[in-house]
């Protein structure tokens, strides 16, 4: 069979019994951590206004059966896996899959939560549906080679998240193989997602994974009424691996499908902001306690990244050194750098920091480079360190940075972080959701599930 035709099987026809039960529970986990960050997003990011207004007067904002994190009200499914995306990368705090460079959560889960409201589908159906999303997008990802898809200025978790999203919602939706394919078509057309928000600190990334898993969510119900979509979309001879990367290698989306569970490679980020920023952040952090630097002894950083990370995160680094938007401070090393040192931790509520002078002193202190050794490798978002404090130098290297799996969070660490993000939003409700949450699997129905 094709990529395409293997690919919609498998999301058709995996049963759920018949996924080890460490796959559905990670995706558990991963449904958990990404409601916190939905849930603070709707009431914080200063994108969701002007998101809400434009679906008001579109007359798209109409009340429906489908739950909006953080928000007190219901909408119809796709304006639901709309929001939910967005909400659900507006603070870049989100999970990430390495391999792939793409955030897997924000574009998958919301199409299977509407879908799985629309159908009253189960706990333990939801789960498996988000795994095969995952299954689905993190192979993309893989295929299309993420530093070629990013070479043309594409935005992988909004592309191939579109995918993901239409293979788990499509599986919920009751699609067999045939029209699954159906959806893979219409969701190649609808395959988009641009780079060019790193220009100007835009809101596009936030808003391109909350439409793709809208679009996704689209495709499969299209399919499931009967549309007919392309076939041979993804590996066809204008599929999507040929029209979005230049180095595209198809056999990699089929490599030990239904044995290699890539979900299980999704790491959690500690910190709010690119990925790219991570392994330095934990870096710096562990300088800081070991030889007790403090953000007055810095001389010089020096930064390495992949050339994937340079990008994203290093250039150009004048301006990058100057973060002046949320969005700018999510792909700034130098900001990232800063605020580690000034505060000791990098969160949420740091962002507040934005255009201090004393942060901008230090950014200027950051150089970013990037550092060949850390390209070829398996993993894109390790990092080198080279500082200077004190009369003396200290270099370190970041194979990986904290929360990949090798280090994926405690049950409790996920739980702190929801909390720290959710508590200022729900207060009291907190405590209800995490409960409502952690039965998710068990639940008969998902209708009215989340009251």
Not at 8 to 36: C, M, N
Not at 167 to 184: E, I, K, P, V, Y
Not at 263 to 275: E, L, S
Request: net charge negative; proline share 5%; with cysteine.
């Amino acid at each position: 069979m094709s990529v395409t035709c293997t690919l919609a099987t498998f999301a058709a026809e995996t049963k759920a019994e018949s996924l080890p039960p460490e796959v559905p529970s990670r995706a558990l986990a991963l449904t958990t951590d990404l409601i916190g960050s939905m849930i603070r997003a709707a009431n914080e990011a200063d994108s969701t206004p002007s998101v809400l207004k434009m679906l008001a007067r579109l007359g798209l904002d109409a009340p429906g059966e489908c739950t909006v994190f953080g928000l007190s009200r219901r909408y119809t499914p796709a304006t639901a896996a709309l929001l939910n995306g967005t909400f659900g990368h507006s603070l870049d705090f989100d999970d990430t899959h390495s391999d792939s460079s793409l955030h897997p959560s924000a574009a998958v889960v919301p199409a299977a939560l509407a879908a799985a409201e629309m159908t009253g589908a189960s706990g333990a159906d939801l789960l498996a549906a988000i795994v095969v999303g995952f299954e689905v997008c993190c192979r993309l990802g893989n295929a299309l080679d993420p530093t070629a898809h990013y070479a043309r200025g594409f935005h992988p978790t909004a592309t191939a998240g579109n995918f993901g999203a239409a293979a788990a919602a499509g599986r919920l939706l009751g699609l067999g193989a045939d029209r699954m394919c159906s959806a893979f078509g219409v969701a190649a057309s609808q395959a988009s997602g641009s780079l060019q928000f790193l220009v100007n600190g835009a809101w596009n990334k936030r808003y391109q994974v909350g439409e793709a898993s809208m679009k996704g969510l689209i495709a499969a119900t299209l399919a499931l009424e009967g549309f007919t979509g392309s076939a041979e979309a993804i590996d066809g001879k204008h599929g999507f691996l040929k029209g979005y990367s230049d180095g595209a290698d198809p056999a990699k989306a089929v490599a030990g499908l239904g044995e290699v569970w890539e979900t299980m490679n999704i790491g959690v980020k500690p910190y709010p902001a690119c990925r790219y920023t991570h392994a330095a952040v934990d870096g710096l952090l562990a300088l800081k306690r070991e030889h007790g630097l403090a953000a007055a002894h810095i001389d010089s950083i020096t930064v390495g990244l992949h050339r994937n990370g340079i990008t994203l995160v290093g250039a150009p680094l004048d301006e990058k050194r100057r973060a002046r938007s949320i969005v700018d401070g999510q792909f700034s090393m130098p900001f990232a750098a800063a605020v580690a040192l000034t505060r000791d931790r990098f969160g949420w509520d740091d962002y507040e920091l934005l255009g201090k002078p004393e942060i901008d002193a230090l950014a200027d202190k950051v150089d970013v480079i990037r550092d060949e050794s850390l390209e070829g490798l398996r993993h894109p978002f390790g990092a080198t360190l080279k500082v200077r404090a004190t009369g003396r130098e200290y270099d370190l290297r970041i194979a990986d940075p904290s929360g990949e799996p090798e280090t994926f969070p405690t049950s409790a660490a996920l739980i702190e972080k929801f909390r720290a993000l959710t508590g200022p939003c729900l207060n009291a409700g907190t405590e209800p959701m995490l409960a409502r949450l952690a039965a998710l699997g068990g639940a008969e129905s998902l209708k009215g599930y989340f009251g």
